[in-house]
């Protein structure tokens, strides 16, 4: 849309007289007339214009012009009129392919020309407005996807921290999960939003203890068969409570609260699948989720030393663990150090 002090309209003609052609318009309505193309492309290069109105004539290459006009984005949707001499067709078909709105061929009448004219600067308007709508509306719609990606984001935060209230019995475990998950992923050459998708997904990978009673979830020692069923549940439970969401993050956490459980060789649970039959998610989580595991202290045992842990990894690739995602976890190591320094696993909460 042209600014107050931008010409609407901008007549390229070489007539000693264009007074005929700037009458043509409404009083009032600000008209600028420069002799010749390369006038035109300089005034052009700084602010569009309603109406570019050019007549052709000895000197002046209509079409090349026009040509060299429309290659300028701002200029999209300004509306060219050319009046042309010669030959009518052949003018009018290689105006029209270089980009003119219309095209009038002499000799002209002005009462037809005027409106011509001015029909193509409402055009022009009214495509600016459409234009400007679509912009505001496009900035509300982002700005209203950001807002809802934040309150998913927030709720999923809220769950993350009912999962640890309940069973974080070391301190940062879903912290970490979710760090060693973004080193995997990284390994693994995903993308920054689908790592970040994954690690704060796989925060919520044991929402189902919830329902897991205190005497299992919190006992000093070994569990019983039935505790060890009961507890096995909690996979199925947090699918369960998350799979329907309408949040493809809820989802996503549901696929992952499923099958980080289940094992590279067909003996995991709670559906027993193997190798690539278990989502990327899931096998990610499962190595991530197992090594804090190892390194954490817990109630009826000390943490693990990370190389003890991380020779158990080794020594599970392929059977308990995706060889990939072992790899690529391996691949981003001092990473894993540092986040452990950082927040250590080493002591009972």
């Known amino acids: 849309m042209t600014h107050a002090a ?12 264009p007074g005929g052609l700037t009458r043509l318009f409404a009083a009032g309505l600000p008209v600028l007339v420069v002799p010749t193309a390369g006038a035109a492309l300089d005034v052009l290069a700084r602010h569009a214009a309603d109406l570019v109105l050019i007549e052709s004539g000895p000197g002046l290459d209509a079409t090349a012009l026009i040509r060299s006009l429309r290659l300028r984005p701002h200029l999209a949707r300004s509306s060219i009129l050319l009046l042309a001499d010669g030959d009518p067709a052949e003018m009018r078909r290689r105006a029209l392919e270089a980009g003119a709105t219309d095209v009038v061929a002499a000799p002209f009448d002005e009462s037809d020309l005027a409106l011509r004219g001015r029909n193509l600067i409402a055009l022009a308007r009214a495509q600016g407005a459409v234009e400007s709508q679509a912009r505001t509306l496009a900035r509300e719609v982002e700005r209203a996807a950001a807002e809802s990606q934040e309150r998913e984001r927030e709720i999923i935060r809220r769950l993350m921290l009912a999962a640890e209230f309940r069973d974080d019995q070391a301190g ?14 990284d390994g693994l050459g995903l993308s920054e939003e689908e790592g970040n998708d994954i690690a704060l997904a796989s925060t919520m990978h044991d929402i189902g203890k919830i329902g ?84 954490s ?42 986040l452990v320094e950082e927040r250590p696993a080493d002591r009972a909460a």
């Open 6 to 17: 931008d010409p609407a309209v901008v007549v390229v003609t070489a007539r000693p007289d």
């Open 172 to 185: 940062d475990h879903l912290t970490r999960v979710a760090g060693c998950v973004l080193a995997i992923a």
């Open 212 to 295: 897991v009673a205190d005497s299992i979830l919190r006992k000093p020692g070994p569990l019983t068969e039935p505790e060890r069923c009961e507890m096995m549940q909690h996979a199925l439970r947090g699918y369960r409570m998350l799979h329907d969401s309408p949040s493809r993050l809820l989802r996503l956490a549901a696929e992952i609260a499923l099958t980080h459980h289940e094992r590279w060789d067909g003996a995991g649970y709670p559906q027993g699948l193997k190798g690539t039959e278990i989502p990327l998610p899931g096998r990610i989580t499962a190595v991530a989720d197992v090594f804090d595991a190892l390194i």
């Open 297 to 338: 202290a817990r109630v009826y045992k000390p943490g693990w030393p990370l190389e003890r842990a991380r020779r158990f990894l080794e020594e599970q690739s392929g059977s308990h663990f995706d060889p990939d995602c072992v790899a690529a976890f391996l691949s981003r190591w001092e990473d894993v150090v540092a």
